[in-house]
C-alpha cells in the first residue's frame, strides 16, 4: 500500500478522481476486529473512506498470521467498543476474503461483496435514491 509521508500537497499525493481514500483513525488504530463467533481476526491499520460522501466504506485489518491486509466492509460493523470493533462476519469467511496490496478497486469490492453474500453500497445506495426520488414525485403531485 502506499504511504504519503513528508509531502507539502495536503491531499497527500491522492488523485482527486479516486473513489476511496486510506486514511488512518486514531479512534479505531490497533483496535481488535472480532468476528461473529468471538474469534480475534485481526487489528484495525487503516479506513478506507470516500470522501464525496463523507462516509467509511471499509476498514482496513491486518491479520498476523497471513501478514495480510484484509478490507473489511463498514456496513458489518455491529458494535465498537473498548474490547474491539465487532462485526457480522464469521472468521471462515474473514480468511478467504482478498488482501489489499493496492488500492481497491471495483473488481475487488465485488468479490468481498460476493464472498459475503452481501449486496454492494452502490446498489443500496442505488436503490433508495431510486426509492425516494419516485417518493418525492409522488409527493409533489396535486390530487
Not at 453474500?117 to 418525492?136: C, F, K, L, R, V
Request: hydrophobic content about 30%; charged content about 25%; overall charge negative.
Amino acid at each position: 500500500m502506499r504511504e504519503h509521508r513528508g509531502t507539502e500537497d495536503p491531499s497527500g499525493g491522492i488523485s482527486p478522481d479516486s473513489t476511496l481514500l486510506e486514511v488512518a483513525n486514531r479512534e479505531l488504530w490497533q483496535l481488535e476486529l472480532i468476528s461473529r463467533g468471538d474469534c480475534v481476526c485481526g487489528r484495525i491499520i487503516r479506513q478506507l473512506v470516500e470522501p464525496s460522501m463523507y462516509t467509511i466504506r471499509y476498514l482496513i485489518v491486518y491479520d498476523k498470521r497471513s501478514g495480510h491486509h484484509i478490507p473489511v466492509p463498514a456496513n458489518t460493523i455491529t458494535d465498537i467498543t473498548e474490547k474491539g470493533v465487532f462485526c457480522d462476519i464469521d472468521a471462515v469467511k474473514f480468511l478467504s476474503l482478498p488482501n489489499l496490496t493496492d488500492s481497491l478497486d471495483r473488481t475487488q469490492e465485488e468479490q468481498i461483496h460476493s464472498i459475503l453474500a452481501q449486496t454492494p453500497y452502490w446498489i443500496e445506495e442505488a436503490s433508495t435514491d431510486n426509492y425516494s426520488q419516485g417518493t418525492e414525485t409522488h409527493q409533489n403531485q396535486d390530487p
